[in-house]
């Protein structure tokens, strides 16, 4: 015989922080004990007690989280919705961030190019969503650099050569791709669409690209893999906790789930950095962040999401650290974040499987070089780490023409951060048609710069002209200087 249904009635007499029932997904759960523990926070779970809190706990955790953390007893039974009252109903209203309005979004075949995404989420997302999403540090000066310096590296095609199949496919880290790219680890992905994470992993497997998992992510990292319902592989975005233990904890988790091929350990944020969009779109909700806790509010500074649930990270982290790394994986370990030519080097004597060239998207410092500069600086000053390791690259790509650029400089990967993320309002159809829209532009530029196989050309920048970027590089003094300077004429 089956339990009886909670009722409205019932519901609302256990509506005290003592006594704290709260409807979630159809069901009735008890929270009383839970509450305290919460990690956004006890009074985020009070202000739902009596009530239906079922969108706010949508917007930023699976749907199968909450069965997982409480006790069969919390359980309290199916929620009765034909006991629901107007009076109820008006007791639901809270300060939240303002709601998409599907009115407004534009149909999926109108996306044509990765800027639409983002226009589309601009207009859709909520403003918090879109603070976060979109937001960059400080003046934006970094941000839009990495945009601007891919339009100003340009070609030299070749013509008259047979372009009737092109071969677009790679390996990143061993994994075998459709094409050179992977979807950034962008975090709390369920802010741009209910299935969050699930989308990008769905969306990735089905493209035949590589998605990194953040540290920040919404979701747990097995629920994420496991969405594919596949062997599909990933890779994991490390952020290393003040609390090592629980980093370590992440390092045991991940050694348990044969789809994660690499580690990607972020490097270049060793504090949030101030985002003044973010800051200034006040909630009142708390957001949680699965894997480490850490929960957002609002203080003096604003109510930047991305400040208060990064404030676990470790300001300590060094290349000393690489060693206590090693000790607790054996994934190749690959630094994200790398800003210059000295530190690609660095990387590469100490024997990292890869690096990512990378500012977090704009994210960290502000003024930081472009990631394209940082690309012709390596090529420049330190050639040689393009053949001993892994040299990644994000920031700034929209066009598929950019993945060409990328790869031509010697690149063997290239991540896309925010149009994914943006593309996650249109759940994995919308992922699937944002790396759809990259494919179809990268094979297009092949062709018509008369390349025919990513891999045959990586690295050989005679396809480029650089001489409008290669007056920004730092000045050298040193005799590769001098080769650069012969072969394409520029003063460093």
Known sequence: MSSPKISVADLSKHATPEDCWVLVNGKVYDLSNFAPSHPGGADMVYAYAGKDGTAVYNQYHSASLIEKTLSPAEVKGEFDESTITSTWLEAQKAELASSPDPNEKPPLDAIINLDDFEKAFAATGSKKANAYIEGASNDLL??????????????????????????????LLGVKVRMPIWICPMGIAKTAGPEGEAALAKGAASSGIVHCVSTTASMGVEEIVGATGSDWPFFYQLYVDKQRHKTEAVLRQLAALPQIKALFVTADLAVVSKREADERVRVQATVSVYANG?????????????????????????????????????????????????????????????????????????????????????????????????????????????????????????????????????????????????QDELETAMRLCGITDLDKVRGDISWLNTAELAPLLPTTSNARGGLWRRLFGARL
Not at 146 to 171: A, D, E, G, I
Not at 363 to 391: F, K, Q
Request: with cysteine; aromatic share 6%.
């Open 142 to 171: 970094t941000l839009q650099a990495n945009k601007t310096h891919w339009q100003r590296l340009f070609f030299r095609p070749r013509v008259m050569r047979n372009v009737s199949v092109v071969n677009t496919s790679s390996t």
């Open 294 to 438: 850490a929960k957002s509010g609002i203080d003096k500074k604003g109510g930047g999401l991305a400040r208060s649930t990064g404030s676990f990270i470790d300001w300590s982290l060094n290349w000393d650290d690489l060693a206590w790394l090693r000790r607790h994986t054996k994934l190749p370990i690959v630094v994200k974040g790398i800003q210059s030519a000295a530190d690609a080097k660095t990387a590469m004597e100490l024997g990292c499987a890869g690096i990512v060239v990378s500012n977090h998207g704009g994210r960290a410092l502000d003024g930081a070089p472009s990631t394209l500069l940082v690309l012709l600086e390596i090529r420049r000053d330190c050639p040689e780490v393009y053949d001993r390791l892994e040299v990644f690259v994000d920031g700034g790509v929209r066009r598929g023409s950019d993945i060409l650029k990328a790869v031509l400089l010697g690149a063997r990967g290239v991540g896309v951060g925010r149009p994914f993320q943006c593309s996650v309002a249109y759940d994995t159809e919308g992922v699937e048609h944002c790396a759809g829209i990259i």
